[in-house]
């Protein structure tokens, strides 16, 4: 089956401007990640959203990050008035109920240049 | 909170050799420890996992194995293969609750013909 998608794939905008990254989960998947990954490093925890809410948002960095997730499937991310910092590769999983010690499946994650 | 640690971050061997990466981490309540691989443009995927109720796991000729009072686990290859040159990464989750996972910064192994 279709696993999890991220659009776009590649995303550049200037310092200051307002982007959105989209993330599609596997079909059924009640759980939903973001993770932030810099270049050279693992994957940091941004949000757990579990349905439609917010169950852990202690990952993001500030307040400039937000992240939605309405219908309970796709969830988007918003970063308002980007830096150079925010630089990095965007990446979403998923899990079939949010339980712990489940696997999460990735997406291909959107990378982010801010320029 | 939960820290883990990677060594080495680096690796090289000849195909068919074996590979060893190896990971600590802190929080004595973590009880799942997954392993992914990531190629150049791609995102994690999962390679192997193992729970805190068992210390060894084998999957062909991946294994993993775990040591919860040294609190450290590791990844086992053998005969390597070219493609398996990629990023290694592994994680852990203390959260029973659901599993937001903590990530060591990651080792790339290059496989040599």
Redesign the interface.
């Given at each position: 089956g279709a696993g999890v998608s991220q659009t776009p794939s590649n995303k550049v905008t200037e310092k200051g401007k307002y982007v959105e990254l989209r993330c599609d989960p596997i079909s059924g998947h009640t759980a939903l990640y973001w993770y932030r990954q810099s270049l050279g490093q693992g994957p940091e925890f941004l949000i757990y959203f579990q349905g439609t809410g917010a169950a852990d948002d202690s990952g993001l960095p500030n307040d400039r990050f937000f992240a939605v997730r309405p219908e309970g499937s796709v969830s988007t991310l918003k970063i308002q008035r980007t830096e150079r910092g925010d630089s990095a590769v965007y990446l979403c999983a998923s899990s079939p109920g949010g339980g712990g010690r489940e696997t999460q499946y990735f997406g291909p994650g959107t990378r982010l240049l801010v320029l | 909170g939960e820290n883990?640690e990677?060594h080495p971050s680096t690796l090289s061997v000849q195909e068919g050799d074996s590979a060893v990466i190896k990971c600590t981490y802190s929080d004595s309540a973590s009880?799942?420890f997954?392993w992914?691989k990531q190629e150049l443009?791609?995102?994690?995927?999962?390679i192997i996992?193992i729970?805190s109720n068992v210390g060894e796991k084998k999957d062909q000729r991946i294994a993993v194995t775990l040591n919860k009072t040294a609190k450290h686990f590791s990844l086992h290859i053998t005969e390597t293969q070219p493609e398996d040159s990629a990023v290694y990464?592994c994680?852990a989750?203390s959260?029973?609750?659901?599993?937001?996972?903590?990530?060591?910064?990651?080792t790339m192994l290059l496989v040599s013909p």
């Open positions: - | 883990v990677q009880n799942y997954p992914y443009g791609k995102g994690p995927q999962l996992d729970r990464f994680a989750t959260n029973s609750g659901y599993s937001t996972l903590t990530f060591g910064k990651g």
